[in-house]
């Protein structure tokens, strides 16, 4: 069901520091850098052999995003968000999952990812995955 891994994501309150940590510390290659007050927050992406590291800092407008950031940190701090899989076919996964695993999905549809706009994404409701917040991510042709 699962391609890969399409990328992994830290939430941090202040990401200016830890673009330096990534960066300058643990030397990874920055690949983009976006802010996106629309949609509540900014990100820098990293490569790591394939995977992207995506560190998310929320900002900007009041989101959806925004305040799920925003939870995240009061309540565990910086640290690792998700884990986000990439699959040939998000609508057959999703279906698989909701059918066959009984893991259901967190919105209606897919949505094209801020942070990587060459791709749509949806996350599946970690009340139904045993607390595991899953992504999953389609690259767009």
């Given at each position: 069901?699962?391609?890969?891994?399409?990328?992994?994501?830290?939430?941090?309150?202040?990401?200016?520091?830890?673009?330096?940590?990534?960066?300058?510390?643990?030397?990874?290659?920055?690949?983009?850098?976006?802010?996106?007050?629309e949609d509540g927050y900014?990100?820098?992406?990293?490569?790591?052999?394939?995977?992207?590291?995506?560190?998310?800092?929320?900002?900007?407008?009041?989101?959806?995003?925004?305040?799920?950031?925003?939870?995240?940190?009061?309540?565990?701090?910086?640290?690792?968000?998700?884990?986000a899989y990439e699959v040939d076919?998000?609508?057959?996964?999703?279906?698989?999952?909701?059918?066959?695993?009984?893991?259901?999905?967190?919105?209606?549809?897919?949505?094209?990812?801020?942070?990587?706009?060459?791709?749509?994404?949806?996350?599946?409701?970690?009340?139904?995955?045993?607390?595991?917040?899953?992504?999953?991510?389609?690259?767009?042709?």
């Open positions: 069901m699962f391609e890969q891994v399409h990328h992994v994501a830290y939430t941090v309150d202040d990401l200016d520091s830890y673009r330096t940590f990534f960066g300058d510390v643990l030397e990874m290659e920055k690949v983009d850098y976006r802010e996106m007050p900014k990100a820098a992406v990293y490569d790591v052999g394939g995977v992207y590291i995506e560190v998310q800092e929320p900002m900007g407008e009041d989101t959806d995003t925004k305040a799920e950031m925003e939870e995240f940190l009061e309540e565990q701090g910086n640290g690792l968000n998700h884990v076919d998000i609508a057959a996964a999703v279906e698989r999952l909701e059918t066959e695993k009984g893991i259901e999905r967190d919105w209606d549809e897919p949505i094209v990812a801020p942070t990587f706009p060459d791709c749509k994404l949806i996350d599946m409701e970690p009340d139904t995955s045993r607390g595991i917040y899953l992504q999953l991510v389609e690259e767009l042709d």
